[in-house]
């Protein structure tokens, strides 16, 4: 079946990093996103990884893929209160053209 | 050039009452696709279009959820006879030609169902 975990909340102090974690569960997904949502506002994407890769750095975003594991990661480096949101991942199964998306992580950043 | 707008951005309705939620897409974006998000709820997929069509209705909670596409761009999902778990925000999301699949989402409808 279709189902992408992710934990509910995350706290981190500003400065240290964040790691937000998800598990997916359908293998053919071709790639796996990461999105942002802002209080009051839709999803925006953050960033993407290709399956057949595992890690992908983009600024302050490091994306770890584990396709053995179906384990998708998300680093942020020196969080800023600014990354106070709600994060989801979600994986695009082969063949679908629907994304299946994850819970979300609520990310609190405090000073 | 502009985003995906959603209208209304607030609406409240007693149980019972019809409700029309609208999108419109990112222009030249050919796949509309329509979420609902609960309260601590993660997204839940209700339709998709390719053009004016709906490959995948399957999400739908109900009969009482329809939605059309018309000339490609605008669509409306209404919601019939609205009970109190409807209370929501619905996300609309339009989607860029090409891989990877890049979704652009609206700011969403909250919907509040008395």
């Known amino acids: 079946g279709e189902d992408v975990e992710q934990s509910l909340f995350l706290s981190v102090r500003e400065g240290d990093s964040s790691v937000i974690n998800c598990t997916y569960t359908?293998?053919?997904?071709?790639?796996l996103y990461w999105y942002k949502q802002e209080p009051g506002a839709g999803l925006q994407l953050l960033t993407y990884i290709f399956s057949n890769m595992d890690m992908k750095q983009d600024q302050r975003l490091t994306v770890l893929l584990n396709k053995k594991d179906k384990h998708l990661s998300l680093r942020i480096a020196d969080t800023q209160t600014g990354d106070s949101a709600i994060y989801f991942c979600?994986?695009?199964?082969?063949?679908?053209?629907?994304?299946?998306f994850g819970t979300g992580t609520r990310l609190q950043v405090f000073p | 050039g502009a985003g995906v707008s959603q209208s209304p951005s607030n609406k409240v309705t007693e149980k019972g009452k019809d409700v029309e939620l609208r999108c419109d897409p990112i222009?030249?974006?050919?796949?509309l696709y329509w979420y609902r998000q609960s309260l601590g709820q993660g997204l839940e997929f209700l339709i998709y279009?390719?053009?004016?069509?709906?490959?995948?209705k399957s999400g739908l909670p109900s009969d009482r959820f329809s939605a059309e596409r018309t000339g490609g761009s605008v669509s409306t999902l209404t919601i019939q006879r609205t009970q109190q778990e409807d209370s929501a925000v619905y996300l609309c999301?339009?989607?860029?030609?090409?891989?990877?699949?890049?979704?652009?989402f609206g700011p969403g409808t909250r919907l509040l169902v008395l």
């Open positions: 222009s030249g974006h050919t796949a």
């Open positions: 359908d293998s053919s997904s071709t790639y």
């Open positions: 979600a994986e695009s199964p082969h063949n679908t053209d629907k994304l299946i």
């Open positions: 279009f390719q053009g004016n069509s709906a490959p995948d």
């Open positions: 999301a339009s989607t860029s030609p090409g891989l990877p699949e890049t979704q652009y």
